[in-house]
C-alpha cells in the first residue's frame, strides 16, 4: 500500500466521474484549487523586480488562516442589565449606558427562539441572559418576566477562576505586589551567574574535574541535590529534601514518603489547544476520560495587565479535578509576574510554560519555541518560577528544536530538571516541522532516558489505543503521554485507551455529542445571541478537525493513522457523510440543526489550518 494513504471498503468508495454526489473530497484535490486560487505557477516560480526567477516562498503556507473574515453582532444583541429579568425591575442607574433599553424592539430583532428548551434553565434552575436568551420561552412568565426556580442555588460551583473586577483594577493600576517574583528573579540570576562561573573555572582546573565522581558517589546515597527551589523548602524543614515538586521526608528513609503535589506518572493528559482547547470542549475529553487537562495558551503580558479576554482562557470547570494554566512569554520578570498572581488569586493544580510553539508572531517576539535557544532567560524563567510554591508544580512543555535537522532537546531536558521542574512534555516534532511529518519518539525515548526523576510526557501522532500501545513499547522512560489532535478528531480515544478497545460510535452518537458541546458552550459563553454565535464559531473550529474521523467499518485496515489521508468516500448513512465533509458549508450546515440560521452575511473560515493531511 501506498505510504500516507488511508484506503476505504470498495462499497463506500466514490468513482472518479461521480463527484457531485461527494460530501467529501481528498484533501489533495484541496490543495490543488487552493494553489490554483492562490494563482501559483506550475514550477513555483516567480519573478523579482529584475526579472530573475526565484522560488515562491509562499508555496508553502503553513499555521493560521490570518485574513479569515470575522464575525461580529449587530448592537440589538446587547440588552441592558436593568432589563434582563423583563419589565418592572430598577430602573438602569448608569448614565449615558451604552446598551439597549427598549425592550420590545430588542425582542423584535431578536427573533424567534431556536428551541423550546433552555439547558441552562433546566440544569441550574435560572437562566442569566433572561429575556435575551434565544430559548427564553422556556423560564419566562405570561407577563414576559424571567423566572427562577426554588431549588437554584446561586453559590452552587460551575467554574471558577477568571479576574474579579478588584484583582483587574489593581493590575491595571499596578497595584499589585510583585516583590516575591522580583526576589526569586534575582536569586535566579545569582544561581545561574554562579552555574557560569563554575563551568568557565571548570576546564582550567583538574581538580575540579577529579572531584565529580565523588560527589556523584555521594548523590548515590542522599536525595537529589536540592535546586533553588529544594533549597527554599529546606529554610523552612530542614528535615525535607524535594525534587521539582516532590517532597522527601528523610526520617522515614523511605521512597515510599514521596508526596507529589501533582502525580503526572500513568496518566493521559488533554493537551492545551489554542482556540479549540475550551472548557465545553475540556468537559467532553473529562467525560470520556482525561486525567489531566490544561487551559489555552495565555500569554503573560495581558495577564498582567488584567485583560479579561486573557484571564478568560484561566477558567476551570468543576469537574476538571486536576487542571493547569499554561503561560507563554518572552520575558522572565513577566512570566514570573503571571505566575505569581495566578498561584495566588486561582484555583489551580500546576503552572506550564509553553516553549514549543511555532507560531510566527511568538516565535519573532522570542516567546513560544525562540525560548529554546535563548537558554539564558530560560533558566531565569523555570527557576524562579518553579520556586513560587512548594506545592504547585511548574512544568514544561517543549519541541525537539527548532530546526527539522537539529535536536536539542536532549541537552535542555536535563538542564530544565536541574533549574526545578516537576514534568517536560516532549512534542516530537521541531518548530520548522510543526505538525508535519511523523513524531519522533525514538528520540523522545532518548530524551526522557535522560532524566534522573522528573516525569517526562511524550507528546504526538496517536490516534487509536494500537497507537499508545505502540508509543508506550517504544519509549518505557515515557511516564505519561499527552493527546493534542488525536482527541480534537476523537475525543473518545481516552475511552479507547483505557477500556484496551477500539469505539466506534455511529452517526446518531456523534451528533449527540455535538449536541453535548453545543449545551456546555451555551452554558459558558452564554445563551443569548452572542453567546449562541460563540459557541457557533468554536463548534466550526472543532468541526475543522472531527471531519477527518474515518469510522474503522469503512477501513480496509483499521486503525486510522493520523497523517493519512482517505480515497473519496461516502458514509453509511446520510449524516455519517455530511460529518466526512471537507467542505466548511456542510460544517455550517451541522451547526444551523443544533444552534439555528446563521446570521445574515455570516462566513466561516477555520483558523488552523492543521497540516495533518
Not at 533553588?228 to 522527601?248: L, M, N, R, W
Not at 486536576?322 to 503561560?327: D, N
Not at 511529518?437 to 532518548?446: D, G, L, Q, R
Amino acid at each position: 500500500m501506498e505510504a500516507g494513504i488511508c484506503y476505504i471498503k470498495p462499497e463506500y468508495l466514490v468513482q472518479e466521474g461521480n463527484e457531485s454526489s461527494l460530501a467529501v473530497t481528498s484533501d489533495k484535490g484541496e490543495t490543488n484549487k487552493r494553489k490554483r486560487e492562490e494563482g501559483e505557477t506550475e514550477a513555483g516560480k516567480a519573478k523579482d523586480a529584475g526579472g530573475n526567477n526565484k522560488w515562491n516562498k509562499k508555496e508553502r503556507k503553513r499555521g493560521q488562516n490570518k485574513n479569515r473574515p470575522v464575525f461580529k453582532d449587530e448592537r440589538y444583541s446587547h440588552l441592558c442589565h436593568s432589563l434582563i429579568d423583563g419589565t418592572g425591575g430598577e430602573p438602569c442607574s448608569v448614565p449615558n449606558c451604552r446598551y439597549v433599553h427598549d425592550l420590545d424592539a430588542f425582542l423584535a430583532a431578536k427573533g424567534e427562539d431556536l428551541g423550546p428548551e433552555c439547558y441552562v434553565y433546566t440544569t441550574k434552575g435560572y437562566c442569566a441572559r433572561g429575556v435575551s436568551c434565544r430559548f427564553a420561552k422556556s423560564h419566562t412568565d405570561e407577563l414576559g418576566r424571567n423566572i427562577k426556580q426554588q431549588e437554584y442555588n446561586e453559590k452552587a460551583p460551575t467554574t471558577c477562576n477568571g479576574i474579579s473586577s478588584e484583582l483587574q483594577v489593581r493590575l491595571r493600576k499596578r497595584d499589585y505586589d510583585f516583590s516575591r517574583c522580583k526576589e526569586l528573579i534575582k536569586r535566579a540570576e545569582q544561581l545561574r551567574d554562579a552555574r557560569k562561573q563554575t563551568e568557565q573555572k571548570q576546564p582550567e582546573s583538574g581538580d575540579a574535574l577529579e572531584e565529580q565522581p565523588v560527589q556523584a558517589s555521594e548523590a548515590d546515597e542522599q536525595p537529589e541535590p536540592a535546586t533553588e527551589k529544594q533549597a527554599k523548602c529546606t529554610d523552612t524543614v530542614d528535615t525535607e529534601t524535594s525534587a521539582g515538586c516532590v517532597i522527601y521526608d528523610s526520617t522515614t528513609g523511605r521512597d515510599a514518603e514521596l508526596k507529589p503535589a501533582v502525580d503526572f506518572r500513568d496518566k493521559l493528559l488533554l493537551s492545551p489547544l489554542t482556540t479549540v482547547g475550551n472548557l465545553p470542549f475540556r468537559r467532553i475529553c473529562k467525560e470520556f476520560g482525561a486525567d489531566i487537562t490544561c487551559g489555552e495558551m495565555a500569554c503573560a503580558m495581558p495577564l498582567v495587565k488584567g485583560l479579561g479576554q486573557e484571564w478568560a482562557l484561566t477558567k476551570r470547570h468543576e469537574s476538571e479535578d486536576v487542571f493547569g494554566v499554561q503561560l507563554c512569554g518572552n520575558n522572565p520578570n513577566m512570566i514570573a509576574q503571571a505566575a505569581q498572581v495566578i498561584a495566588e488569586t486561582t484555583q489551580v493544580n500546576f503552572i506550564d510554560l509553553n516553549i514549543g510553539c511555532p507560531i510566527d508572531l511568538i516565535y519573532q517576539q522570542g516567546g513560544g519555541s525562540a525560548l529554546m535557544r535563548r537558554t539564558n532567560i530560560l533558566e531565569l524563567t523555570v527557576r524562579s518560577c518553579a520556586a513560587l510554591s512548594d506545592r504547585l508544580p511548574f512544568t514544561v512543555k517543549m519541541r525537539t528544536g527548532i530546526y527539522a535537522d537539529k535536536s536539542v532537546a536532549h541537552e535542555l531536558l536535563p538542564l530544565v530538571e536541574e533549574w526545578g521542574a516537576s514534568a517536560v512534555t516532549l512534542h516530537g516534532r521541531s518548530r520548522e516541522q510543526r505538525y508535519t511529518k511523523h513524531a519522533n519518539w525514538s528520540y523522545i525515548e532518548e530524551c526522557a532516558a535522560k532524566a534522573k526523576r522528573m516525569p517526562v510526557i511524550g507528546n504526538g501522532d496517536i490516534l487509536s489505543y494500537e497507537d499508545y500501545v505502540e508509543r508506550r513499547k517504544l519509549a518505557p522512560h515515557v511516564s505519561s503521554v499527552m493527546i493534542g489532535r488525536g482527541a480534537l478528531i476523537k475525543p473518545w480515544i481516552f475511552q479507547e485507551i483505557k477500556e484496551h478497545k477500539a469505539w466506534e460510535p455511529s452517526s446518531g452518537q456523534r451528533y449527540d455529542l455535538l449536541r453535548k458541546y453545543c449545551n456546555y458552550g451555551l452554558e459558558h459563553w452564554g445563551s443569548d445571541t452572542k453567546g449562541v454565535e460563540t459557541t457557533r464559531r468554536f463548534l466550526l473550529e472543532w468541526q475543522s478537525f472531527l471531519y477527518r474521523y474515518i469510522p474503522e467499518a469503512l477501513q480496509q485496515a483499521p486503525p486510522q493513522k493520523i497523517n493519512s489521508r482517505p480515497q473519496k468516500y461516502r458514509g453509511r448513512d446520510e449524516m455519517e457523510t455530511l460529518m466526512s465533509s471537507g467542505n466548511s458549508a456542510d460544517w455550517v450546515k451541522l451547526s444551523e440543526s443544533l444552534l439555528g440560521r446563521v446570521p445574515e452575511g455570516f462566513s466561516f473560515v477555520p483558523k488552523h489550518k492543521a497540516n495533518a493531511f
